[in-house]
């Protein structure tokens, strides 16, 4: 037991470490997405080679990007003043390093914020009034540009060092054709919701640097192909019975076009032998990359197919196409006996016995009738929250409650206080934790309509009634 319960407890260590660095990554995607297309379009290898916006390439990659994750880290600690001063450390590891350093940044951007940190708790209620804003702005000047100068000197060399041997023991698993292999590790990894950390906080970081060199990198396409998610869900959709059949065809559209891959995690959960389906179809959708010399330019996020064809590398497109499609066709040939042996089972089950124990904790709780807020929490704020926080918006909406405000963000920035948060519900415990007396709703199955309904019933019957 004690065994069990240490294993359990590195986990979820793992699981907040693996949210942390893609918390740093996803905020800033977007400009990932814009530096891709400016790759794509106008290096000479491009759809449309011109020299002049090419330029723009190398200081991207090189100074923008690094800074905003060091500022995304430092925020994460300390707020805005965090985020300044681990946007300034950032620039220790940046300058002359000749490697893209995001992982420089994603080590030196919290040592800022957490440095500031420290110093803003020991000076509190020290400083004597008047000389706030000098000592605030000259403090954050001081630690900011020793950390800079130690960044210089001592860890941008070990992170050179380090990105090197990654990059070789990448290089060794590519020549060797062992890159499949990967799927063993990867797909059972998604499915314990740790998809962003392993693309954001690994793979992407050594595909970035790959890009520098050779102008693709096969390494974006090992986590974020939806074939292994889509095999999964069409046997479900053909062969399953109950709420599991009928949630699958949207469940499908969701992963599939939008790129939300935890839509297809749950179905996977109920049936945990269906992770060999997840590995096959993995592994064969790297092994068509691979053989078709597929790549990306940047990290095609969220993993929809709209984005892997839009930062797929010139000649890479059809190939690309080709490796989901094989991918979903290996995953649903596994999937489908397992599915169809599960279905009777599968039709009785209830999925969101969450939302029986979340009515239990409403009847006991008052004021619920005066909820003004409502946080859809996810891992990184932005994914899964995104779909849930629209789709409950639209409920309340209906029934008349458009002055409940629903907000979506990461499960370690929800708002003290916060009286109602919905999230998945391998996240409920978290959630709870870090903020007691939240009433909080676990969702089994983020497109299972009669969960979201119960809900907002029991907050218009709560609003009734108050």
Same mark, same amino acid.
């Given at each position: 037991?004690?065994?069990?319960?240490?294993?359990?407890?590195?986990?979820?260590?793992?699981?907040?470490?693996?949210?942390?660095?893609?918390?740093?990554?996803?905020?800033?995607?977007?400009?990932?997405?814009?530096?891709?297309?400016?790759?794509?379009?106008?290096?000479?290898?491009?759809?449309?080679?011109?020299?002049?916006?090419?330029?723009?390439?190398?200081?991207?990659?090189?100074?923008?990007?690094?800074?905003?994750?060091?500022?995304?880290?430092?925020?994460?600690?300390?707020?805005?003043?965090?985020?300044?001063?681990?946007?300034?450390?950032?620039?220790?590891?940046?300058?002359?390093?000749?490697?893209?350093?995001?992982?420089?940044?994603?080590?030196?951007?919290?040592?800022?914020?957490?440095?500031?940190?420290?110093?803003?708790?020991?000076?509190?209620? +020290? /400083?004597?009034?008047?000389?706030?804003?000098?000592?605030?702005?000259?403090?954050?000047?001081?630690?900011?540009?020793?950390?800079?100068?130690?960044?210089?000197?001592?860890?941008?060399?070990?992170?050179?060092?380090?990105?090197?041997?990654?990059?070789?023991?990448?290089?060794?698993? /590519?020549?060797?054709?062992?890159?499949?292999?990967?799927?063993?590790?990867?797909?059972?990894?998604?499915?314990?919701?740790?998809?962003?950390?392993?693309?954001?906080? /690994?793979?992407?970081?050594?595909?970035?640097?790959?890009?520098?060199? +050779?102008?693709? &990198?096969?390494?974006?396409?090992?986590?974020?192909?939806?074939?292994?998610?889509?095999?999964?869900?069409?046997?479900?959709?053909?062969?399953? +019975?109950?709420?599991?059949?009928?949630?699958?065809?949207?469940?499908?559209?969701?992963?599939?076009?939008?790129?939300?891959?935890?839509?297809?995690?749950?179905?996977?959960?109920?049936?945990?032998?269906?992770?060999?389906?997840?590995?096959?179809?993995?592994?064969?959708?790297?092994?068509?990359?691979?053989?078709?010399?597929?790549?990306?330019?940047?990290?095609?996020?969220?993993?929809?197919?709209?984005?892997?064809?839009?930062?797929?590398?010139?000649?890479?497109?059809?190939?690309?196409?080709? &490796?989901?499609?094989?991918?979903?066709?290996?995953?649903?040939?596994?999937?489908?006996?397992?599915?169809?042996?599960?279905?009777?089972?599968?039709?009785?089950?209830?999925?969101?016995?969450?939302?029986?124990?979340?009515?239990?904790?409403? +009847?006991?709780?008052?004021?619920?009738?005066?909820?003004?807020?409502?946080?859809?929490?996810?891992?990184?704020?932005?994914?899964?929250?995104?779909?849930?926080?629209?789709?409950?918006?639209?409920?309340?909406?209906?029934?008349?409650?458009?002055?409940?405000?629903?907000?979506?963000?990461?499960?370690?920035?929800?708002?003290?206080?916060?009286?109602?948060?919905?999230?998945?519900?391998?996240?409920?415990?978290?959630?709870?934790?870090?903020?007691?007396?939240?009433?909080?709703?676990?969702?089994?199955?983020?497109?299972?309509?009669?969960?979201?309904?119960?809900?907002?019933?029991?907050?218009?019957?709560?609003?009734?009634?108050?």
């Amino acid at each position: 037991m004690a065994n069990a319960n240490q294993g359990m407890t590195a986990r979820v260590h793992i699981q907040r470490f693996g949210r942390f660095m893609s918390g740093m990554i996803m905020p800033n995607l977007g400009a990932f997405i814009a530096w891709g297309i400016i790759t794509t379009l106008f290096i000479p290898a491009g759809w449309l080679p011109n020299e002049k916006f090419a330029t723009l390439v190398g200081p991207m990659i090189t100074y923008l990007l690094p800074i905003l994750i060091g500022y995304t880290g430092g925020k994460l600690v300390w707020g805005v003043r965090g985020g300044v001063v681990g946007a300034i450390v950032t620039m220790g590891v940046v300058v002359g390093a000749g490697v893209p350093m995001f992982i420089g940044a994603m080590l030196v951007g919290p040592l800022g914020g957490w440095a500031i940190k420290k110093f803003d708790q020991a000076t509190e209620g +020290k /400083v004597p009034a008047g000389f706030e804003m000098l000592v605030s702005l000259f403090s954050a000047g001081i630690v900011g540009g020793a950390l800079t100068l130690l960044a210089l000197v001592a860890i941008q060399p070990v992170v050179v060092a380090l990105m090197s041997v990654l990059q070789h023991a990448v290089g060794w698993i /590519v020549e060797r054709r062992l890159l499949p292999f990967a799927s063993i590790l990867i797909e059972p990894g998604k499915i314990l919701f740790l998809n962003n950390a392993i693309n954001h906080g /690994v793979l992407s970081p050594l595909g970035v640097a790959e890009v520098t060199e +050779k102008g693709k &990198s096969i390494l974006f396409l090992l986590e974020t192909n939806p074939g292994p998610g889509l095999g999964i869900l069409l046997a479900y959709w053909l062969f399953s +019975k109950g709420s599991a059949k009928a949630t699958a065809p949207t469940a499908i559209v969701v992963h599939f076009f939008g790129g939300i891959h935890e839509m297809y995690f749950p179905f996977v959960l109920m049936q945990p032998l269906l992770v060999l389906a997840a590995i096959a179809g993995g592994a064969t959708g790297i092994t068509v990359n691979m053989l078709l010399g597929a790549g990306e330019v940047a990290a095609p996020a969220p993993g929809s197919i709209f984005a892997l064809l839009a930062v797929a590398a010139r000649g890479s497109t059809l190939p690309v196409l080709l &490796s989901v499609v094989a991918a979903a066709a290996v995953s649903f040939l596994v999937a489908a006996p397992l599915v169809k042996r599960a279905a009777s089972r599968m039709a009785d089950e209830d999925v969101s016995d969450s939302l029986e124990d979340a009515k239990a904790s409403v +009847k006991g709780m008052k004021n619920l009738g005066s909820v003004e807020t409502i946080v859809f929490a996810c891992d990184a704020g932005m994914g899964t929250s995104a779909m849930g926080a629209t789709r409950l918006k639209k409920l309340l909406a209906e029934k008349g409650m458009t002055d409940i405000k629903v907000e979506h963000r990461s499960v370690d920035d929800i708002p003290r206080g916060t009286s109602v948060a919905i999230c998945q519900k391998n996240l409920v415990d978290r959630v709870k934790a870090s903020n007691p007396g939240t009433l909080v709703f676990g969702i089994s199955n983020l497109v299972n309509a009669s969960e979201y309904q119960g809900i907002v019933d029991e907050l218009a019957a709560a609003r009734k009634d108050a």
